[in-house]
């Protein structure tokens, strides 16, 4: 079975830029979660779809954070434009159902500059 | 509110001996519980959870974990430390009822001693 995947798995910008990542869950897996991972710090979660429904964006910083999950299957979570503090790992994690095990991608390092 | 403290940002032990990660939560009402391994320049790894029933869990790679209701704790242990086991690891907790996003520790590195 095939994992979380992500791209790129690197980023570097100026600050200012934009930048987005992408993230295709596990086949048939209905929950899909973007994580804000800072250095030093455990994971928080940006978004939750279920399908290609958001369940829960309540810390996603909106005026520069968006992500969308349009046919319910890979996501993209856009950044425009970037701050420094906005230099972390995202993480993307799927799971079968609302709140169940979550397998988790390798993850996009950005590094703002 | 709910929460996961993990008061250890390092443990150290040497290979052989047995290991133990802390973990204590606080969530209103009954905690589903979680423990993630994360190794270098990768995503979080699944180990075990815990939602009901026996209090001792087990999970991949030989850990195990004790829910303890009283203490509010969520240890993660394995009898006999492996090199390989030097990580980074995450306790997570949310409550069972309902919805509410899982909520992550700020993580314990592990550094097993050869």
């Known amino acids: 079975e095939a994992g979380v995947a992500q791209s790129p798995r690197y980023k570097i910008i100026e600050k200012r830029q934009s930048v987005a990542f992408w993230c295709n869950p596990i086949?048939?897996?209905?929950?899909l979660y973007w994580y804000q991972q800072i250095l030093g710090q455990g994971p928080k979660l940006l978004i939750q779809?279920?399908?290609?429904?958001?369940?829960?964006d309540s810390q996603l910083p909106k005026d520069r954070f968006s992500a969308e999950r349009l046919k319910g299957v890979d996501s993209t979570l856009k950044i425009q434009p970037a701050k420094l503090e906005d230099s972390a790992v995202y993480l993307c994690?799927?799971?079968?159902?609302?709140?169940?095990?979550?397998?988790f991608g390798p993850g996009t390092r950005l590094l703002v500059l | 509110a709910q929460s996961v403290a993990q008061p250890e940002d390092q443990v150290n032990v040497a290979e052989g001996n047995p290991l133990t990660v802390k973990c204590t939560y606080s969530v209103s009402g009954n905690p589903y519980l979680f423990w993630y391994v994360q190794y270098p320049n990768r995503g979080l790894q699944f180990l075990l959870k815990?939602?009901?029933?026996?209090?001792l869990v087990k999970g991949s790679y030989g850990f195990e974990a004790e829910f303890n209701k009283s203490q509010t704790s969520f240890h993660l242990k394995k009898p006999s430390a492996l090199v390989s086991d030097s990580a980074l690891y995450f306790c997570a907790v949310r409550i069972l009822e309902g919805y509410q996003k899982v909520t992550f520790g700020t993580g314990t590195k592990l550094q097993v001693i050869p």
């Open positions: 994690a799927s799971s079968e159902a609302d709140q169940e095990t979550q397998y």
């Open positions: 086949s048939g897996h209905a929950t």
């Open positions: 815990y939602i009901t029933g026996d209090n």
């Open positions: 779809f279920q399908n290609n429904g958001v369940v829960d």
